[in-house]
């Protein structure tokens, strides 16, 4: 047992049970595509319906018995095991000041298209398509920037929408305000 009693991943030895509920479950997710192909066979309305559904039908309740032949130890090591990558994956690492700065970058150049196209639409040609992939491009690294910039970047971002949130420079004494 892991801490205050609680199943740790090394606890436990993944057995047949396991792995036949996660090929139930795996399957269970081409009953629809099979039921599709199997309709293009039938030639008969009623009878593709019918085909169709069993095997629409057929998907959730395929999940559900791969879940009942894992059994709940099973189930809570893949639960388990899911939260763990997600949280190293998840934490934020700190980033170089190279990589910062070039997040940064990548953060406010999307700014100047827009200012450009609302105070000098002139300087860019006059064509729609171009701008909405001129849009479309600085809207990705816009959004790239933000993984760019890590995960202590989130942290003040999200400290921007409260009120509350203060800022702390290194070197500043963390005493509280000394406004006076």
């Avoid at 001129?134 to 959004?143: I, R």
């Avoid at 920037?145 to 202590?152: A, K, M, N, Q, W």
């Amino acid at each position: 047992m892991g801490k205050k009693g609680k199943l740790h991943i090394s606890d436990y030895k993944p057995t047949t049970r396991l792995y036949v509920g996660v090929l139930i479950i795996i399957l269970s997710f081409f009953m629809v595509p099979t039921g599709i192909f199997v309709s293009h066979f039938v030639h008969h309305h009623s009878m593709k319906a019918l085909v169709l559904g069993f095997f629409w039908i057929n998907g959730p309740l395929w999940k559900i018995i791969g879940i009942a032949v894992m059994g709940k130890v099973s189930y809570n090591y893949i639960v388990l095991h899911l939260e763990h990558r997600y949280k190293k994956l998840v934490s934020p690492k700190p980033v170089s000041k190279t990589r910062y700065n070039i997040g940064l970058l990548m953060f406010t150049l999307p700014f100047v298209p827009s200012y450009v196209m609302a105070y000098a639409p002139h300087l860019l040609p006059e064509l729609a398509a171009f701008r909405i992939y001129l849009n479309v491009f600085f809207d990705l690294v816009f959004l790239s920037s933000l993984f760019v910039l890590g995960g202590d970047f989130w942290d003040k971002l999200r400290s921007l929408f409260t009120y509350t949130a203060r800022a702390t420079f290194p070197g500043e004494a963390e005493n509280g305000d000394q406004d006076s």
